[in-house]
């Protein structure tokens, strides 16, 4: 098992595209964290840096106190049940519930979709436009969103009101 730290990391490509910002987040030692956010919004940018398999422009992501630059590339999940009918994501939320339990490891999960990130995650953090906006249980999320943006995670499509998050 192990503790995961992101220290105040950026990625910023070549081209002068902000994928991450300024992101800051701690996943405790067997926790599953999920990263919820549009598309473009920095999730699979932080899930490849700490794979190793991209560098952050500045700053740390720590494993136990170890940099990520200083280890091998490991491969990660991301978005791995999108492309699954509906009834199956259910099922396969269900036993990635029960795998986690069983085996105790600290888990980063990313997907877009917002049932996925409340269902599997004991914490979730929400990505806009590579920002860290709220890190919180799923209960808190849910009833105590912190803006707007934050609160479309538990409403309706069709429902949701135009917010500005700068």
Not at 102 to 125: I, K, N, P, S, W
Not at 139 to 164: I, Q, W
Request: charged share 25%.
């Amino acid at each position: 098992m192990a503790e995961i730290a992101y220290e105040h990391v950026w990625k910023i490509y070549p081209d002068g595209t902000e994928a991450v910002h300024d992101f800051d987040l701690e996943i405790h030692d067997g926790e599953l964290m999920v990263l919820v956010g549009p598309s473009g919004c920095g999730k699979t940018t932080a899930l490849r840096m700490l794979a190793g398999l991209e560098r952050s422009t500045t700053d740390e992501i720590l494993i136990d106190d170890e940099g990520v630059d200083d280890l091998d590339p490991s491969f990660l999940m991301d978005e791995p049940l999108s492309n699954l009918d509906a009834k199956l994501r259910v099922q396969l939320r269900a036993e990635l519930v029960k795998l986690h339990q069983r085996l105790g490891v600290t888990t980063l999960y990313v997907t877009h979709d917002q049932v996925e990130a409340m269902t599997l995650g004991q914490r979730v953090a929400v990505l806009d436009h590579g920002v860290v906006q709220q890190v919180h249980t799923p209960s808190v999320l849910y009833d105590r969103p912190a803006n707007l943006l934050r609160g479309v995670v538990h409403r309706e499509p069709g429902n949701e009101l135009p917010a500005r998050t700068h």
